[in-house]
């Protein structure tokens, strides 16, 4: 299963169909056919696509969530099982059973990017918060690998799992949760030292794994009891066992936190399990107008939500959930509501002032994207999503003054804002980022000169306006731009007569003319 908003996405390997599930009515709305053996899908980030492994096929599939039809496949490796996009959306991890690889997918040109190997028969693949590592279980060798995606490389291989089959990181970056089958426990790995840190036993055959998004809860669904586990992370004692249906796999839970749907394998059936006593979001801006929803129970007939003295607008009741908008506040306020049986105990709702994001570096860069670029500001630290123009990608915090980000890709060169989402809600200060086209180097004035160099000639293309160097077989050269399409640079001297390559580096990326320019 994949992150969840509206819907919900259930592969059914028998068959062959991925069922959608409406969240608010709690129905299939549609079935997403036909599939070879469905064995794991993932939703983009923006809920506009969908990806589905077909384990009979050993392909990857994309289908456009709107209309719910297939627009690309992809072959990867041998019988694709578990699948985890990453955060911004720019790849799709498969983990290839048969072939002991992880294939990547680069979603913006539907390419194989690379193929990984990792341990044998990997099942269950799960992507860090910040994009930066993929885990892999690999249910053959009893280990988990974990793969950087910079290099696309294995840079550890965690070993002491019992046929390890879900694998899920929490929010907060500090932990991985693993499902070991083989021994009915769940092992707490901790990301920083990789090393296992607990293990908690569970119900039989543990399978999907997920983490609450405020990192307070895992949740466990045990394919051999037919229940699901609700492990406290502070703890790392199950809290709670709930019975579901009939050989329960995948999981995931809401953006909320406030539900978790569980995909039933031996029943065709989704449960739903609802979180009592609980609320979501916990924090907002001073501002107010945050949608707060409250779980419990004999909520029915709700006279008041109070956030600490001030009393909040009802915008929903039901027997087991409030849904309120909180006022305007600043601090800490505790919650409670009141019906006709009395008053809740309390909760805590914590207001954030606006964050403030003063500057961004680099503030150009290429339009394919995936470049690293840092924003420096204020109140920072809840921050949870970036966006360039509409294009969304998922911040990793340095500090409450610093922010790094992931570039998404674009499709045309331009200029987009930049705004940065935090608890606060949306940054006062509005940033500009330019997405830059790739040079083109088309050639050179005059082609030789004499190894003193000294000598000023032309570089002539297009997209130069943002050069940042040029280079004559690696050595910089002094330059100045003239125009879009010309550079003016003085040729710096040679090691020896001969031709050299000469390179133009900009914002958008370089170009290079081989032997383009003779030493005489």
């Known amino acids: 299963m994949g992150p969840l908003g509206l819907h919900a996405y259930v592969t059914n390997s028998g068959s062959g169909t991925t069922n959608v599930v409406d969240i608010g009515q709690l129905v299939v709305s549609t079935a997403l056919a036909p599939y070879n053996s469905p064995s794991g899908v993932g939703v983009s980030p923006d809920s506009t696509l969908i990806y589905v492994a077909e384990n009979g096929e050993n392909a990857l599939s994309t289908a456009q969530q709107e209309t719910l039809t297939v627009i690309s496949k992809i072959e990867v490796g041998s019988a694709p099982f578990g699948i985890a ?4 959306g720019i790849h799709v991890y498969a983990a290839d059973q048969g072939s002991a690889t992880l294939t990547v997918v680069d979603t913006v040109n539907n390419t194989i990017l690379a193929t990984v190997p990792v341990g044998s028969s990997p099942t269950g693949v799960a992507v860090s918060p910040t994009g930066g590592e993929v ?18 490389t294995v840079v550890a291989t ?7 089959v879900g694998v899920a990181a929490s929010p907060d970056s500090l932990h991985l949760y693993v499902a070991n089958s083989g021994a009915n426990t769940v092992s707490v790995i901790d990301t920083a030292s990789r090393t296992i840190t607990a293990t908690i036993a569970v119900g039989t055959a543990p399978w999907g794994m997920a983490v609450r998004p405020d990192s307070s809860e895992v949740v466990v669904s045990n394919n051999g009891s037919d229940t699901v586990s609700i492990i406290d992370a502070t703890t790392n004692m199950v809290t709670d066992t709930i019975a579901v249906g009939h050989q329960p796999a995948g999981i995931a839970v809401t953006p909320n936190g406030l539900a978790a749907f569980v995909a039933n394998s031996g029943s065709n059936t989704v449960s739903v399990i609802q979180t009592l006593y609980h609320m979501a979001p916990t924090l907002g801006p001073q501002s107010g107008a945050t949608k707060v929803t409250i779980t419990g129970t004999n909520l029915a007939g709700v006279t008041s939500v109070q956030f600490g003295t001030s009393s909040a607008p009802v915008i929903a009741n039901t027997p087991n959930q409030v849904v309120a908008a909180s006022p305007p506040g600043s601090g800490i306020a505790q919650v409670t509501v009141t019906t006709s049986g009395g008053t809740s105990n309390p909760k805590p709702f914590q207001y954030y002032p606006s964050g403030n994001a003063s500057s961004l570096s680099p503030a150009a860069g290429p339009t394919a994207g995936r470049n690293i670029i840092t924003i420096n500001g204020a109140q920072l630290a809840t921050a949870t999503q970036v966006l360039f123009g509409t294009l969304l990608a998922v911040p990793q915090v340095v500090s409450d003054q610093q922010l790094t980000v992931d570039v998404p890709p674009t499709v ?52 130069l306006t943002t050069a940042t160097a040029v280079a004559f077989n690696g050595v910089i050269a002094q330059f100045s731009i003239g125009s879009d399409t010309v550079l ?18 900009t914002a958008g990326g370089s170009a290079t003319l081989p032997g383009a320019y003779t030493y005489t």
């Open 412 to 463: 045309a060169p331009g200029t987009v804002p930049v705004t940065v989402i935090t608890a606060g809600g949306i940054t006062t200060a509005t940033l500009a980022y330019t997405y830059v086209d790739p040079p083109v180097f088309g050639g050179l004035s005059t082609t030789s000169g004499p190894v003193a160099g000294g000598n000023v000639i032309d570089l002539t293309g297009k997209n």
């Open 488 to 505: 003016a640079a003085i040729v710096p001297p040679g090691s020896a007569p001969g031709p050299v390559d000469v390179t133009v580096t």
């Open 158 to 164: 965690i070993p002491g799992l019992s046929t390890p």
């Open 135 to 152: 885990y892999v279980t690999n249910q053959g060798d009893n280990t988990l690998s974990v793969i950087n995606t910079t290099t696309f």
């Open 85 to 88: 996009v990453s955060p911004a």
